[in-house]
């Protein structure tokens, strides 16, 4: 079965410093991964995915992520965190061979100043 | 947030109400997504929709009925509605393909459901 796991229910961190969301996957075929970031009421946004070439994927908002084929993982990074970074982050799966995503269950970021 | 909207943005509704949310996609997709967002749980996709097909129902029930009259529109009727289905209701919109599409999905804010 496919699945995704964001181990961590929520990530606090100091503004500046570095962060990191993890999220590991299991899929059948080739993984397409994504990320999305949801604000207070509203709706999830697009920051990033992975398809096929690069490992290191850049996105929206100075966040990267980086795709391990061995450790399954497929963690999102920012070099120097912002306040307005806190939200809640969301890793997604492709099903293969479909056009549907699996979500894990979000991980909270709280950026402290 | 300006390419799928999404209206009401709040709804509440007593059980036996009938009501309907409205989705409406500006980006040329054909296909289209209902999902339910409720606290401490992963997302669900409730309905598919793929060139004004429903090509995906999981497992939800009855008293959800989806309508998608053209590939810009999506509606999810409502009615006899429990206080369990309380939760943000998102639609979302993509390129199908047929399985074989590398690209996003675009989610409108939502509606946020409250049923008493």
């Known amino acids: 079965a496919q699945s995704v796991a964001q181990p961590e229910d929520q990530v606090n961190v100091a503004e500046g410093n570095p962060l990191t969301v993890k999220c590991t996957y299991s899929v059948s075929g080739n993984p397409y991964l994504f990320w999305y970031v949801q604000y207070p009421n509203r709706g999830l946004q697009f920051l990033l995915k992975y398809i096929t070439g690069d490992n290191l994927v850049k996105g929206s908002y100075g966040f990267e992520a980086e795709f391990n084929k061995s450790q399954t993982s497929f963690h999102l990074k920012k070099p120097s965190a912002l306040v307005s970074d806190s939200a809640l982050y969301f890793c997604?799966?492709?099903?293969?061979?479909?056009?549907?995503?699996?979500f894990g269950t979000g991980t909270r970021l709280q950026v402290f100043p | 947030e300006t390419g799928v909207t999404q209206t009401p943005r709040h709804l509440v509704m007593g059980m036996t109400n009938k009501k309907s949310l409205k989705c409406e996609q500006h980006l040329g997709h054909n296909a289209m997504y209902w999902y339910k967002q409720s606290a401490k749980k992963p997302l669900e996709l409730m309905f598919v929709y793929s060139l004004e097909e429903r090509v995906e129902n999981n497992s939800v029930p009855s008293r959800f009925s989806p309508e998608c009259p053209n590939s810009s529109h999506l509606f999810l009727h409502l009615h006899t509605l429990q206080p369990e289905d309380s939760a943000l209701y998102l639609c979302a919109s993509s390129q199908d393909g047929r399985g074989r599409s590398t690209d996003t999905q675009y989610f409108g804010p939502g509606t946020r459901l409250t049923v008493l």
């Open positions: 997604a799966v492709r099903v293969y061979n479909t056009d549907k995503l699996i």
